[in-house]
């Protein structure tokens, strides 16, 4: 790839951030509160804008159904327009309510079932008014205990649920599902692998598309072959960006493996998947449990930066030359130069060409948003996973 | 061992409950809350009296500071006492106030450090108040990234902390030292693993112990492998009960892997741990996120006696006898028969010994406790993590 | 179930045995021989004999291509009629030759992905002379080293194998693919989970089914799970049974954790799958590295018959109910009130009516076959995974 | 720290290579043999000192015992010498006798244990002999099935060899334990964790040193924690360096996670323990199954090298002023700036200063050494682990 395209590539990449990332998150153990917390869905959208404002590449903000319900989504998008970002994928959200105890979509209570399924369809509504063209379902639903109730009769329930979402997306709307290992459910989880999601997306159609969030996996799992794997099915919709060491971490992307992510980005690139209309979507999905949350996000836009420009700089044809010739060090080796490379004077480079400062950590700390924000906000309740 | 030293042996076995067991729990997703749950001290002690009513072995409930604060803690003990329970250990909490965000006696702020040190030392006046023999110490002190702190500096600040609490132990009170690989810190937990565990109890003297949990492990740990080193060492102090297939899924005990909690049990038999005055202590350590709570204790009291049991009776002379001449499939076959033998018989005669009804659960079931307190605790705040 | 019902099922259970058990096997460490050891595939299928004599329901063989290789397969069919026992599943092996250093059906390499494929079709010609229905397909196939070879491709370079080994297939032979997460490979397997061996399947048509091999699953895996989804989407070919406490250990099947073995026999007697002609094949596949063979292969027998039991056990209506009211206690109870029942009285019964001494193991040992063959099989090669 | 402080480091770090990694080695499943490979230990030599003339930092070879046992150790000595490097620490080897099925030194049989010590204080000999200063010892004592031997038991006469070893120990000799999860023993491991290592190490006294194999952990294990806590308690003796992505792989060191091995380089650097007299011992461990070996041995010395010079340039003041801040995010960022770093122009400097060619990997595959060794070693039997 040319100098050019790279720089090219990395001032058209676009990724998604999460309304939910600017609210107070935790552990069970204690959410921290932060001063500034936004608390309504326009000042999310405007800490959301912040990232975007000096990143470049992150115009797009994700809602999260009912933490971001407002009356009036037409008038929220507005707002959007005009903070400089645009409303993206809606999120689901069937796990807070006393009724899903057991389970929303796969409970063995038609009733809440109904319920769960309402909500979907209601999330579609807003994605009319919106005009978003995804929605992203996650599902706690599982078991905590052996026995607790039928593996395979939840199945049924799932897919049933699934098919009526997907009759009522529009033509130009997809559904994405995600998987998730475990938590909340501590023995058995409704989707709890790619291999569920997909044979359900399969099922329903090329609108239904699978989201990979890097924490939702076992130890050990290969989520770089996963990516491979989803690209070549034409399966991939999205990604959820985050990074962990143990469990779900939700830590900031890269921070955990900054080597595995820059394998992933490698597969889009591989794939030409990095392309903004190529139909996979990258959005960050993080918990900043006790770093101060817009920076967080800054410094996250940055790392996905950073592996994609390492794994666009990979040397493609010495690669597959390597590769073909069976020289295992020589492929590697072609591998680990572009990952051992320093990218921030490029990426100094790009921000310099779209107008921003080079250095985005450092500027938004001038730009006083932070000390004005934790000033203005006072009083009303804080944005959290519980509101 | 005599069908008679197993009845004995098993009627003085004792488990002893958490009080934070009866209030709510649940995931940083979500904590369902439920019916009846107490809202004091005093409906904590009166549920978990409940828990030793039906089982017969269960007389002793751990508090937790703050959650179980209370002016008169005399007072407290006599309840208990009438309720037919007794107050055990006491455990502390430096991980619920916001200045805890980045560490409590492990944090870079020595006011913060005291302060947190200002806690332990109180809750050993509580336990002078109490007469309660152990104080139970589990830090959540960690970071999230690497670099945020450093690790070494921070192990001295854990060791002057423990040495200050150390030092104001009465001749009959102990310090138990729990570890835990990760959550809620993310990157690196000031006390991960026994051996870091162990490590400081042995320079901090003989009433400093471990105590393991038995959900805190790496995926893969051997747990009764440590619980046999301990014991050879002299250094288990407690176990925290429960189970986990993921992560701290803090399940019943013997709820996920069964056969694991026998292994263990094994390990205390074969080195006479069992005994009440052997100087570990049996606490279950659980949340009962979705299941109630009274009856979830019940259960986990009676796997623990069904393990225990199943240890009793291996036979240690052909045990012994099949390892002694290398016998694989001869030794694995005498615990094997243990372990496969139905105790559920002989438990039903010990409790009918014991004066109790031979089926716990069902009796609690009958009982109409449940409705009671359903009906009678309206209003006021349902004790959870948080209060 | 009725109790008749119950010894029916116990009683047709059909559980096949793997040629390569009785060989030498081992770690890369050390390989420990055992005296006795077959020297040949007639010596391998007189030892599987005696596991079928003692337990009654262990009547098939599994061979392994080239460790099996004979050149009259027809008369190795005769001597197994003889011994009482008759050949299954027909087991590939490309792993064990110098040019599949960098793989087999997925080598950058044409030539050895011919030659590797040619083993897969001559595998098929083994199987219409010896009357086999299952080709039994595990590639060891992978990298050891990010970037060493493309994923993707390789996964085109797989499709084009199995293809063309479909293509071979007779109307009533089958394929049945084996997933794996690692070992041999260490970076990246090329069929590392069953969504992957599922996608594959599915493209290729009804005779291309997954096995699962119950220690090659990330830590935590749900493998009842995975059992439970494929047998509700028709695609669960076949069991490789053993037990594993960190990797692929290979451990006798139900060593490591009775109760998950238990769960997963739960799912297939929900499913009705334990028919023997439910399309559902059940083989041992483990490695006795310092246990004598025999004895631990009718252990692993009968530990599958002791889950099965178990699992036959478990009141079904009951279960039903419990769940459906959300009852999470009371449905878990029911699960284990069948794996707390002790079913070896039961299993002694069952095999006294096949007119079989109802302690397999015991009669073993009393036969004097091990002194016999210790005594007979002197010089020679003895069998192990390399010969 | 000044640069010219970073480049001395650099020139004076010290590694040591394995005689056995230019040996065969594989996996259960197959071991591929290489062209070239060496067939005495005076080949593996000549092989090491080859990795020492192209880096400059790996002079000392470790020699296994008995792979690597001669007559007259003193002239193999003088041949290292010839060679440009010398003999390092001494490994003893009490897995591979039919005799250690199961275990050596924890054997139930005493005459087993014996014949382990006796193979130990052997070793003992050839360290006066070599003039080696360290003895290693792994045992891969341990057992398979539950309930095979008794756990404690095991504690006693590992404790017993231990003590015999050291007292045999001369003044101016070191005993390093090693520590292993698990493989080739498959249920528990005699000295499984640092923990265990750690305990036997205090009792025995100053000359017991704890060994890190970054392979032998838990997946999830925060390495750098041990790494740290165990050279604040003066009981880091050596490291065995390797990477893997799931089980003890044995892959290049750094080449599953280079951030990690950065991170552990990070905490030697900051304990001052770089120094080659600081008592740490950096030792390579590895497996070079399907790439050629002493590119591999090369590239692993440099992958060190690469972390060790990110650990120098780490900005102690700015990370430990943020550190004492409580600036998450800034403490993390100066970490993150010395790892994103692009070390390799540093390196290259350094090794022109030793009067090398900047580039170790080009240098040797121009310098015809393999194809000379190819051509010239021919018939013998090549050295693996077996021989």
């Given at each position: ?5 790279v720089r090219?590539?990395l001032r058209?990449q ?37 990232v975007h404002a000096f990143t470049g590449v992150a ?236 920076p967080?996000?800054i410094r996250?836009v940055m790392n996905?930066q950073e592996?994609?420009a ?32 320093d990218v921030r004077p490029l990426l100094r480079e790009v921000r310099a060409d779209l107008g921003l400062d080079p250095e985005p950590m450092a500027a938004y700390a001038r730009s ?20």
């Amino acid at each position: 790839m040319t100098e050019t395209a790279v720089r090219d590539a990395l001032r058209a990449q676009r990724i998604e951030v999460p309304s939910w990332a600017y609210g107070n998150s935790g552990t069970r153990f204690k959410v921290f509160s932060q001063p500034g917390v936004p608390r309504t869905p326009e000042e999310k959208i405007a800490d959301a804008a912040q990232v975007h404002a000096f990143t470049g590449v992150a115009p797009i903000v994700s809602l999260h159904i009912p933490w971001d319900r407002v009356d009036d989504f037409a008038k929220l998008g507005s707002y959007a327009a005009e903070q400089g970002v645009r409303i993206g994928t809606i999120n689901t959200n069937v796990f807070q309510d006393d009724d899903y105890r057991l389970g929303s979509v796969t409970n063995p209570d038609p009733r809440i079932r109904r319920k769960a399924l309402g909500h979907l369809l209601e999330c579609v509504d807003i994605m009319d008014a919106t005009g978003s063209a995804d929605l992203k379902l996650w599902f706690s639903d599982g078991t905590n205990y052996p026995g607790q109730d039928d593996i395979r009769a939840r199945q049924d329930r799932l897919a049933e649920a699934l098919a009526a979402t997907y009759e009522r997306l529009g033509d130009d709307q997809r559904m994405l599902l995600e998987y998730k290992l475990f938590e909340p459910a501590f023995y058995m989880t409704d989707v709890p692998d790619w291999g569920t999601a997909y044979a359900h997306c399969l099922k329903l159609g090329e609108k239904a598309q699978v989201v990979i969030d890097t924490g939702h996996h076992a130890p050990g799992t290969n989520i770089e072959f996963i990516v491979a794997f989803l690209l070549r099915e034409g399966k991939l919709g999205a990604f959820d960006f985050n990074s962990r060491f143990y469990a779900d971490d939700d830590l900031m992307v890269g921070a955990a493996d900054p080597f595995q992510l820059f394998r992933i980005m490698y597969e889009i690139v591989r794939a030409d998947a990095l392309r903004p209309d190529s139909g996979v979507n990258f959005m960050l999905d993080q918990c900043h449990n006790i770093e101060p949350k817009i920076p967080a996000q800054i410094r996250s836009v940055m790392n996905v930066q950073e592996a994609t420009a390492k794994a666009l700089l990979v040397d493609a044809e010495a690669l597959a030359a390597a590769q073909t010739a069976g020289d295992v060090l020589g492929a590697n080796g072609v591998l680990m130069d572009a990952y051992d490379t320093d990218v921030r004077p490029l990426l100094r480079e790009v921000r310099a060409d779209l107008g921003l400062d080079p250095e985005p950590m450092a500027a938004y700390a001038r730009s006083g948003y932070a000390q004005r924000i934790a000033a203005e906000r006072v009083g009303g309740q804080q944005a959290g996973w519980g509101a």
